[in-house]
């Protein structure tokens, strides 16, 4: 039996497989028919690979460990002493 092209419910459970490349080539083909029919998948597929997009775009919590380690170093440096402090 050769399965015919999803529906629309089935685009949207296998939109993320799609994208990642995970579908076999001839769901994948599938798909794509529906797709060149389907305005609603077509502007599904479309909002995915915008998150996917920003997903990967987004950097690593850098910023927070540069905080961190800033806060540290001034809390080390006040615990050794105010280094303005006048000698007697
Ligand atoms: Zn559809």
């Not at 399965?3 to 579908?23: F, N």
């Not at 797709?35 to 690979?49: D, K, N, P």
């Not at 380690?69 to 303005?84: N, S």
């Amino acid at each position: 039996m050769f399965p015919g092209i999803p529906t629309c419910v089935e685009v949207s459970q296998e939109v993320t497989d799609y994208l990642e490349g995970d579908l076999p080539a001839w769901r994948r083909a599938l798909t794509r028919m529906h797709l060149l029919g389907c305005s609603a998948c077509r502007e599904l597929v479309r909002q995915f690979t915008l998150v996917k997009g920003a997903v990967a775009g987004v950097p690593p919590a850098a910023d927070d460990a540069l905080a961190q380690d800033t806060r540290q170093d001034l809390l080390a440096h006040f615990a050794g002493g105010a280094p303005d402090e006048p000698d007697p």
